[in-house]
């Protein structure tokens, strides 16, 4: 049996934490839908047993139909009350397009298996740093809530290019001390990129415990590096390619340390100081061709399949 064989079987045979029943054909009814920007939405769906089961830091992988592929997403927030779990997903390559056009309230997710990974390590700190960037600010958020929940004082950094790509404002500021939105052209908050905002966190306060930074590999290398100067703790969550989630396939695997890892076994969470980033970098950008090709057949063929209008015979 070939690892992918393996992986799909996975997929369908997931333990009760993952919950429904993928075969029949989805289960997992998305009840919102919100549009933050022309790329990135976020879709919220059911899944009681998932939301019980849910940390911060975990992820999750979802098919959208039978014959879609399997992708990675970070849990973004889960609400135990609801039953339900919040993705926050950017339009960027084929699946994720495909989603962004599919998904509306009252459609489901064909499967969902999680919560992967290994949960984030929120421990007895007095003060941290949450940082998120871009796609990023979404699952730094229930690391936020986790840490102010514990009793830490929390300062929350996002940034983003302009104002008008802000979102969850209000739910951060609900769970953060302090909230500092950084933006590309200084429409809201303060003119630069999230290492502005980490340096101005560390300027007010010297007494950081740890910084928690997610988002796109480039701005994670210099949080660490931000960081690094003064001794930080400093965590961040690496998001390279995967298949199945499970450790089999070998395609996530970081240098950390100098040491092979696998993200979706032994992560996501790294400490940032000991990330080859470089390499990671180099890694992701190993399928731009194929991933620029699938999107482009997939839009020929959305074309193809639209139906063209009638034209009223005027004879």
């Not at 962004?100 to 949960?119: A, I, N, S, W």
């Not at 950008?285 to 057949?297: C, I, W």
């Amino acid at each position: 049996m070939s690892r992918t064989t393996v992986a799909t079987k996975i997929q369908h045979e997931e333990t009760p934490a993952s919950g429904g029943d993928a075969a029949a054909g989805g289960s997992y009814e998305i009840v919102t839908r919100e549009d933050f920007s022309d790329v990135t939405f976020m879709v919220e769906f059911s899944h009681p047993q998932m939301a019980r089961a849910a940390r911060p830091g975990q992820f999750v992988i979802v098919l959208l139909h039978e014959s879609s592929e399997r992708i990675p997403l970070t849990i973004a927030d889960f609400d135990c009350d609801r039953g339900t779990v919040t993705l926050v997903i950017q339009a960027v390559g084929k699946t994720t397009k495909e989603m962004q056009e599919d998904c509306r309230v009252g459609t489901k997710l064909f499967g969902v298996v999680g919560p992967m990974g290994v949960p984030s390590h929120i421990g007895n700190v007095n003060k941290v740093v949450c940082v998120g960037g871009g796609l990023g600010v979404a699952p730094i958020f229930p690391q936020a809530r986790a840490f102010k929940e514990s009793g830490a004082y929390v300062i929350g950094v996002v940034g983003f290019r302009s104002e008008d790509l802000v979102f969850w404002r209000d739910k951060f500021e609900s769970v953060c001390d302090e909230f500092i939105i950084c933006t590309n052209d200084g429409s809201v908050g303060i003119k630069g990129l999230v290492t502005d905002g980490i340096n101005q966190a560390i300027e007010n306060h010297d007494d950081i415990d740890e910084v928690v930074a997610i988002g796109p590999p480039v701005m994670m290398k210099f949080s660490a590096e931000a960081t690094r100067p003064h001794k930080i703790k400093t965590m961040v969550s690496l998001n390279p390619i995967m298949v199945d989630g499970t450790g089999m396939c070998g395609g996530c695997r970081v240098t950390v340390d100098g040491k092979q890892k696998f993200a979706c076994v032994d992560g996501p969470d790294f400490d940032g100081h000991k990330v080859d980033f470089d390499d990671l970098m180099n890694r992701l950008g190993r399928f731009t061709d194929e991933e620029k090709l699938a999107v482009k057949k997939w839009s020929e063929h959305c074309h193809q399949s639209q139906p063209q209008p009638q034209l009223l015979d005027e004879g």
